[in-house]
């Protein structure tokens, strides 16, 4: 045991033992300190301020004690008092008082003169480690106030300190995430997985990152990783299974959910994920058991959209329209709902009610590649050209594998639109996507092509173009 370990455990004990025998305690100010600090890291936050108190009752001077006190006003959130409190203590250059200053006047979006006093102590002559302490602590507390930018830049100097700080990196990971930036959020969860290779959170975060970056193979893999440590953890099944889900293994991600499901049958957005994955699997039977099931146990709110669901899948059109008459008044801003609508009005063909219902679905869920391939179909249909290339553009830059969304675009700038050179279109589809072309236009296998170079493809393709052909056949 470290010496000042030794020294708080006698301090501690000696403090206890005068308690319960109900004699007057009396230490100096730095034990006061040391004990309040104490109890504060074991969490008993009201035995630290009553140390502080009794402190500076008998030392009403002491300065390291004036700072704890004006730490309990930090953490109770009232940063003014705090700011106050501080006035009457002298800083004498300490980055502690520095920091309880900025962490105040950030939450009260005082943000210039948080930035002042951060560039006046980063000029004082402070020694290594201070300088380290304050850049990394300052930093932790531009991420609590989102100012990410700042953060990830006294981050990075941080770790040319010292690059095996893992709250440090944990921190500069989350920076990194929130700026939208997840490649380098993955490379500090790596950074993390080489310090500790059997870090549970770790194997968790990145492989949500590699979800979130649609790197869904890896994903999965980390997830694994992180069962192995902690087995029938229900949040990374979960997660493990909308990997799976997304990467087009909606069997297995189904077996995933519904064994989640008989460990935790009280967690709602579990029947919400098995419903869409029996949607995708054309399960309209398993649906209709599972809404059952909800109903039972969470009631009748938002079933009968969700019944609705399964008759339009089915094509009994008769009874979705019968069930969605139905529903509820205040059932009738849900995204199912206006999705539902949609569709409904996009089958009796009245397009401007079937757009209004899914630009109002939009609004609920944005980046939504359904809504937006709907969106796109509808402007097809109405001949509103320039805005179902926009609206595909946006899905492209989503989901850029979307089926038939590159097609659909480069029909629409080829025969409509500003009519772009047949070079310049053709130049945007893979030789892949050449191939899926020509298959569409002969009606025949894209095996038929398996020899053909780029520009043997594109002489077919031209020709097609000619003779008004080329994407007759598309899809909408």
């Known amino acids: 045991m470290e010496e000042n370990e030794t020294d708080i455990t006698a301090l501690v004990e000696k403090y206890e033992q005068m308690r319960a025998l109900g004699r007057n305690i009396y230490f100096d100010a730095d034990e006061f300190a040391l004990l309040a600090e104490y109890y504060n890291a074991e969490g008993d936050n009201d035995e630290a301020e009553q140390l502080i108190r009794e402190g500076l009752r008998m030392h009403p001077g002491s300065s390291a004690l004036m ?16 700011l106050d409190y501080l006035r009457l203590i002298s800083d004498e250059g300490g980055v502690e008082h520095a920091l309880l200053r900025i962490e105040s006047l950030l939450h009260l979006d005082r943000y210039e003169e948080a930035d002042q006093l951060i560039n006046e102590t980063l000029e004082l002559d402070l020694v290594m480690d201070d300088r380290y302490y304050f850049i990394t602590e300052t930093a932790y507390l531009l991420n609590d106030v989102d100012q990410f930018d700042r953060a990830i830049t006294f981050l990075e100097e941080s770790m040319k300190i010292d690059d095996a700080n893992i709250d440090a990196i944990v921190d500069l990971a989350y920076a990194y995430e929130m700026k939208g930036d ?19 959170e770790a194997w968790v975060n990145i492989g949500k990152l590699y ?15 992180a069962l192995t440590i902690n087995e029938n953890d229900l949040s990374v099944m979960k997660m493990k299974a909308l990997s799976l889900y997304l990467n087009d293994n909606t069997s297995e991600a189904v077996s995933i959910f519904e064994e989640c499901l008989k460990q935790s049958p009280d967690d709602e957005t579990l029947y919400d994920s098995l419903f869409e994955a029996y949607e995708v699997m054309e399960q309209y039977d398993e649906m209709m058991k599972l809404i059952d099931k909800k109903e039972a146990l969470f009631g009748s709110e938002g079933i009968l959209v969700k019944r609705a669901i399964v008759h339009l899948n089915r094509e009994e059109i008769d009874k979705a329209k019968e069930l969605f008459e139905q529903i ?4 009738k801003e849900s995204l ?3 999705m539902l609508e949609g569709e409904l009005a996009f089958y009796d063909n009245d397009l401007k009610r079937a757009e209004a219902a899914y630009m109002k679905a939009a609004l609920i869920s944005e980046e939504n590649e359904e809504i937006l391939d709907r969106l796109a179909n ?7 050209f320039e805005q179902a290339a926009t609206y595909l553009e946006e899905l492209l830059e989503i989901a850029p594998d979307f089926p038939a969304a590159r097609s659909r675009l480069a029909y629409i700038r080829f025969e409509i639109g500003s009519k772009e050179p047949f070079d310049q279109i053709m130049a945007q589809f893979s030789d892949e996507e050449l191939r ?26 031209n020709e097609a173009r000619e003779n008004r052909v080329l994407f007759k056949n598309i899809k909408y």
């Not at 704890?68 to 003014?80: C, I, N, P, Q, S």
């Not at 997840?182 to 549970?200: C, F, G, M, T, V």
């Not at 979800?211 to 990783?225: G, L, Q, T, V």
């Not at 509808?378 to 509103?384: D, G, H, P, T, V």
């Open 67 to 82: 700072l704890l006190r004006a730490k309990t006003l930090v953490f109770a959130e009232l940063y003014e008092e705090a």
């Open 182 to 200: 997840l490649e380098k959020a993955i490379e500090q969860n790596n950074r993390l997985l080489d310090i500790d290779p059997y870090s549970y």
């Open 211 to 225: 979800s979130m970056n649609r790197e869904y193979d890896k994903a999965i893999d980390a997830f694994d990783f």
């Open 328 to 331: 509820p008044e205040g059932e």
């Open 336 to 338: 199912d709902y206006y």
């Open 378 to 384: 509808i402007s097809l249909a109405q001949e509103k």
């Open 436 to 461: 899926a072309l020509l298959s569409l236009i002969s009606g025949s296998s894209e095996e038929e092509y398996p020899n053909y170079s780029r520009e043997k493809m594109l002489t077919r393709l």
